[in-house]
């Protein structure tokens, strides 16, 4: 992909952006996109030297345009060093965990961190935020047909209640982004993904693919009756670039394909995969099986981003699990239908 394959504010081939928390699962992805576009990358992580950033290195465009800072999201001395010179950062980083003290306090402190260091440097023109559907969904009182879109927000008195702590964080330093960018004078735009899923670029199995090999790996038994909204890690990225690029971008953007339910899943994993033991049964066979909610991904769309099928996705994430040795090769599955027409 080129530089001039998106309507851009300038010239992407001269032009430098960090990314917070460069090694991560989006951000690997995002990296992989900004390299193909031209872009520099300042990237941060934790420890350059690590072994778990090699994969980092070894994208295309890594050696002549790739930079890795070591910086924590509470060292705001640190970020600052990392953004200065850029033109645009990407905040992905972020703590994921249900724990209070681990989640809320640095996810709310170091975004403010990324703001105030982006508006010190002088030389960032926007900042897109890597927020999350759990600061959009989380809403007992929400009806059913009610189409979950961007003017939604998570009820916080409902996360403390039932101590998702998650979904909590990502609201409270969403809410606080916003504030802060404004007060900075900082153009913010917000990306909200929710679970993500495709092919891994990163050596090592994240939390929300967790949430599909455990039905491969024999480790789950039964589906739990619920749903779930997935998306696509290649669209993810694409969206974030999207929104950087596009001048009149502006708000929360939901990047989100489908929603399913969870025995849904279970199918389309068995259909291409039967040779895993994937669970047939349902863990609560007393209430009425949980309805897909409405989920608007218009915004996205109108800015030419076309998702990817969910069932790509899911075929797309078993087999890197195999490529990676995550998962045994048990059999030779059969090739994947361009159509994907065993979903038919």
């Known amino acids: 992909m080129t530089a001039g394959d998106l309507t851009t ?47 980092l290195r070894a994208l295309d465009g890594a050696k002549e345009r790739l930079i890795l800072c070591k910086a924590d999201l509470l060292d705001y001395d640190a970020l600052r060093l990392a953004i200065e010179g850029c033109q645009g950062v990407f905040h992905t980083a972020s703590p994921v965990t249900d724990d209070p003290e681990e989640m809320v306090e640095p996810a709310v402190r170091g975004t403010k961190y990324v703001i105030d260091a982006a508006a010190d440097v002088g030389t960032v023109r926007r900042i897109v935020f890597t927020s ?29 209640k039932t101590k998702n702590w998650y979904c909590y964080g990502k609201a409270v330093a969403e809410k606080a982004a916003v504030e802060d960018a404004k007060e900075r004078g900082i153009d913010l735009v917000v990306v909200n993904p929710v679970l993500v899923i495709g092919p891994l670029l990163q050596p090592t199995v994240n939390a929300s693919i967790m949430h599909i090999l455990k039905y491969l790996d024999g480790s789950a038994k039964k589906y739990t009756n619920a749903v779930q909204a997935y998306v696509d890690v290649r669209d993810v990225a694409q969206a974030h670039v999207r929104v950087y690029e596009a001048e009149e971008a502006s708000g929360r953007y ?31 066979e007393v209430n009425p099986r949980k309805q897909p909610y409405k989920i608007s991904n218009k915004r996205l769309r109108d800015l030419g981003l076309e998702f990817t099928p969910v069932s790509e996705s899911l075929y797309e994430t078993v087999k890197s699990l195999q490529e990676k040795g995550h998962l045994p090769i048990l059999s030779p599955s059969n090739h994947f239908s361009a159509n994907y027409m065993l979903l038919d």
Request: proline share 5%; net charge negative; aromatic share 8%.
């Open 9 to 55: 504010v300038t010239g992407a081939e001269t032009k430098t952006v960090c990314v917070t928390g460069a090694g991560g699962y989006i951000a690997s992805w995002l990296v992989k996109l900004l390299l193909e576009k031209g872009y520099t990358v300042k990237g941060t992580v934790r420890n350059p030297d690590d072994r778990k950033n090699d994969h």
């Open 132 to 160: 999350s559907i759990g600061a959009v969904t989380m809403d007992p009182n929400r009806a059913q047909d009610v189409v979950v879109d961007e003017s939604c927000w998570s009820d916080l008195e409902y996360c403390k």
């Open 254 to 284: 939901l990047c989100a394909e489908s929603v399913l339910h969870r025995e849904d899943v279970v199918r389309i994993l068995a259909k291409f995969f039967p040779e895993y033991p994937i669970p047939t049964k349902c863990s609560d």
